[in-house]
């Protein structure tokens, strides 16, 4: 045995909901750091399938949604890895939408001034998971000329990983304006 292992202890649902709300105010900070730090925290527990609804029911799509404003681009991509991440759970694709975070994420889904290509390919990921199940919503939401105007530029996204969640996206409105 090399010494290294990890031990993972059973957290109880009221002990998680505290930890997670001392986090979230951690986002509220007046200090940089402290919010990238929180972020990072948050970031790092949407990696695990069995945090997604503690996250969600922490308020934590708002607080990323929030941070998205922070002047600071490692909080920026966490912020967009997490809320990546928590778009694979239903049930908080619909706290996502309801954020108004949407317009944002077709204008990190094309070429041109960005934040970094792991943000773009997150903020793809993002709209295709939500797209998958909510199409209607966004076709809803959104003018059809702009969500034209957007689709017809996903062919000529040079970076390959986020024309592929483009284009699912893509595929998916597409059939919802169909119908």
Not at 58 to 64: D, K, T, Y
Not at 132 to 140: K, P, S, T, Y
Request: charged share 25%.
């Amino acid at each position: 045995m090399n010494g290294c292992y990890e031990t993972r202890v059973p957290v109880g649902d009221d002990d998680a909901q505290a930890a997670l709300q001392a986090v979230v105010n951690m986002t509220k900070s007046t200090k940089i750091e402290a919010r990238l730090e929180a972020c990072k925290m948050i970031c790092d527990l949407s990696y695990h399938n069995e945090s997604l609804e503690h996250l969600r029911d922490s308020g934590c799509v708002e607080v990323l949604v929030e941070l998205l404003a922070v002047g600071c681009p490692c909080t920026q991509r966490n912020a967009i890895l997490a809320l990546s991440n928590l778009s694979e759970s239903h049930s908080c694709q619909e706290a996502i939408v309801e954020s108004g975070i949407l317009p944002s994420l077709f204008g990190y889904c094309v070429d041109g001034p960005y934040l970094t290509s792991e943000t773009r390919r997150a903020c793809a990921r993002l709209l295709a998971n939500i797209s998958a199940r909510m199409a209607g919503r966004i076709v809803d939401k959104f003018d059809a000329t702009f969500l034209n105007k957007w689709m017809q530029s996903v062919e000529a996204i040079d970076d390959s990983k986020i024309r592929l969640h483009a284009n699912r996206a893509k595929s998916a409105i597409q059939r919802a304006v169909a119908v």
